[in-house]
């Protein structure tokens, strides 16, 4: 992998882990009576023994990112896509698991504190509503706020069906599209979930409650409007592969500063609403929350509620949808690095190209492409590829297959080594074809072969 596509691809992926560690450790801090997940009163939260708990936790999760950091740099060790790829895709299981680990011990620590002085209440256990709040709260941002955002993001599709160059990037565009609509929906579903309640206190229950739709519906305003710039910008710079690494680094780092802005907003908000709450009776479900972080309550018909803090929501597990969603995210975290290894696999096994009577055919891993004799218009043999845009498909050091957009030709599907020229240009009627393979001698005979058939 060159240096410019190591550095971008351990950017993505580094950024994770600061994101991750600073939410994390802002979970020490006391938030709608909540502290590593565990509900306390007021005075507890002030005891030496929960302010130990809180510091060790803070030391223990600094130690782990900066381990994880040291470990992220082993990347730029390796030279090849599917390696760097397969070494960051393990590392990022590890950054993602290891500081929930710290979380979960610490957690485990504030709890059994928590059961020896016996800072339980009344209310542990029980669903407590104030159905007041909603009653009062049911003023929501019109949809034709969304609607100017939803109108930018079809103007690319609308352009690519109707375009005499074909319609092929359509299904792309249609699903940011889409993706661009369904912010007012996910908007909607705020009022679908529970007040914020804590304790018997309505007007902190309301003010929660509007910090928390306030947030959420600024995030999916900036949301809709930066996705169809997102599509705009795509279209725009289609033959430009800085234009499309510039639109679509400017994309996430739009989304990400919104999100981490909402999500810490409201934590805040949060934290100075409640400073004087648990001085009474107060909310307090930590049996429903495994390890503080996972909801499981089988008399809750809800499948999607409010996170304990800040704007995010979970799953609740009891129930069979939240159950098989869950067990699904966990599959796919745990496939990785073996998509990694996937990865490995596909770079480093041969490209092959055969000319039988009938057909040329391009083998990788399985059959990759069959051209009958008959359908080719034209073959010519290129000394080096022409600058390519990929549309669909792979895209590594040592092989390119699926679908690009070649400077020249145009839309062309390619099964290649990038870095061993030359490369056989096949035209029939209807596609453009380029193929290669990982031995140049290989090529050149294919080439004469060809040749000596048409």
């Known amino acids: 992998m060159n240096i410019s596509g190591s550095v971008i691809t351990f950017v993505c992926m580094y950024m994770i882990l600061p994101i991750v560690y600073f939410m994390m450790r802002n ?9 590593l997940g565990v509900t306390l009163p007021l005075e507890a939260r002030q ?3 929960v302010l130990t708990v809180c510091r060790s936790y803070r030391k223990h999760l600094t130690f782990t990112c900066l381990v994880l950091t040291v470990l992220s740099l082993g990347a730029f060790f ?23 680990v710290s979380y979960a ?3 485990r620590k504030l709890k059994r504190i928590k059961h020896d002085n016996n800072w339980v209440l009344g209310t542990a256990g029980k669903i407590m509503l104030d159905t007041r709040v909603s009653a009062q709260m049911s003023k929501r941002l019109s949809a034709w706020m969304f609607a100017p955002s939803v109108a930018i993001s079809v103007i690319p599709l609308i352009h690519d069906v ?3 160059n074909g319609w092929y990037m359509a299904p792309l565009y249609g699903t940011v599209a889409v993706l661009t609509a369904c912010c007012y929906l996910f908007y909607l579903m705020l009022y679908r979930q529970k007040a914020e309640v804590v304790d018997s206190d309505t007007g902190l229950s309301m003010a929660l409650t509007q910090v928390r739709r306030y947030n959420w519906g600024k995030f999916w305003i900036v949301f ?16 430009n592969n800085a234009g499309i690494l510039i639109v679509s680094a400017a994309y996430l780092a739009i989304v990400l500063f919104v999100a981490i802005n909402a999500e810490f907003s409201t934590r805040k908000a949060q934290e100075n609403l409640t400073a004087a709450s648990g001085r009474a009776e107060y909310v307090d479900d930590d049996r429903h929350w495994l390890l503080g972080m996972f909801y499981y309550n089988q008399d809750d018909r809800h499948i999607i509620i409010n996170a304990r803090v800040g704007i995010n929501t979970t799953l609740n597990m009891a129930h069979p949808v939240g159950k098989v969603v869950m067990g699904l995210s966990l599959l796919l975290l745990l496939a990785m690095p073996f998509f990694g290894l996937w990865m490995i696999s596909e770079e480093f096994t041969p490209v092959h190209l055969t000319i039988t009577d009938t057909s040329i055919e391009s083998r990788h891993t399985a059959l990759a492409y069959s051209i009958p004799l008959y359908d080719v218009r034209s073959a010519e043999l290129l000394e080096a590829l022409p600058p390519a845009i990929r549309i669909a498909g792979t895209g590594m050091d040592k092989l390119l297959k699926g679908k690009f957009r070649v400077e ?8 290649l080594d990038p870095q061993t020229p030359p490369f056989i240009l096949i035209q029939t009627a209807e596609k453009n074809y380029i193929f290669g393979t990982n031995d140049s001698e290989e090529t050149r005979a294919n080439y004469s072969m060809l040749e000596g058939k048409l």
């Open 27 to 35: 979970l020490s801090k006391p938030k709608k009576n909540i502290v």
């Open 47 to 49: 005891e030496q023994s």
């Open 78 to 100: 390796l030279k090849h896509s599917s390696t760097v790829m397969a070494y960051l895709l393990t590392w990022l299981l590890a950054a993602i698991i290891a500081p929930v």
């Open 105 to 107: 011990i610490y957690h």
């Open 162 to 164: 109707y375009s005499k």
């Open 224 to 239: 809709s409007w930066a996705t169809a710039l997102f599509n705009l910008g795509l279209w725009l710079f289609i033959w």
């Open 408 to 415: 020249g030709p145009g839309l062309c599907s390619l099964c």
